[in-house]
């Protein structure tokens, strides 16, 4: 057996060229709490934006090298408590979203929208059949 000493998800990382206007978007657009502003390599921020009550927050930082920032299917899902409010609140808000909302049988209503520099995330209905994102 492996001791990896591994215990937890400590977070994810979207890499974003203008760190301000990720902030913003995700706190007062989508309603993320800050939860880390502190300087970060030469003249850059680490960022950490989390749903109030999530163990992982997502980090909005500068990207590394040899890598782009913006385009990104980040493979960060959301979950909403109403997809469907979730997709309207979001479309009032000129946030960049799916048309509608998805429906695929058995899994859960979902929509995919994108950040301020076209990252995408989804957004899955947590309220059916124990889905959990």
């Known amino acids: ?22 902030l913003e978007f995700y706190t007062e657009t989508l309603g993320l709490e800050k939860r880390a502003d502190l300087p970060f390599g030469d003249g850059a921020r680490w960022i950490e934006v989390a749903p109030p009550g999530a163990d992982t927050p997502i980090a909005i930082c500068p990207p590394g090298p040899g890598v782009t920032a ?8 959301l979950q909403s408590e109403d997809v469907d409010v979730t997709h309207a609140q979001l479309k009032e808000r000129g946030v960049d979203v799916d048309a509608e ?3 695929f049988g058995e899994i859960p209503p979902l929509f995919w929208f994108r950040d301020p520099e076209g990252n995408s995330l989804m957004v899955p209905d947590g309220r059916l059949n124990g889905f959990a994102a």
């Open 70 to 77: 913006g385009a990104k299917d980040t493979g960060i899902s």
């Open 101 to 103: 909302v998805s429906r």
């Open 1 to 22: 057996m492996v001791d990896s000493r591994l215990v937890k998800l400590a977070n994810v990382i979207i890499p974003v060229d203008d760190q301000d206007r990720a």
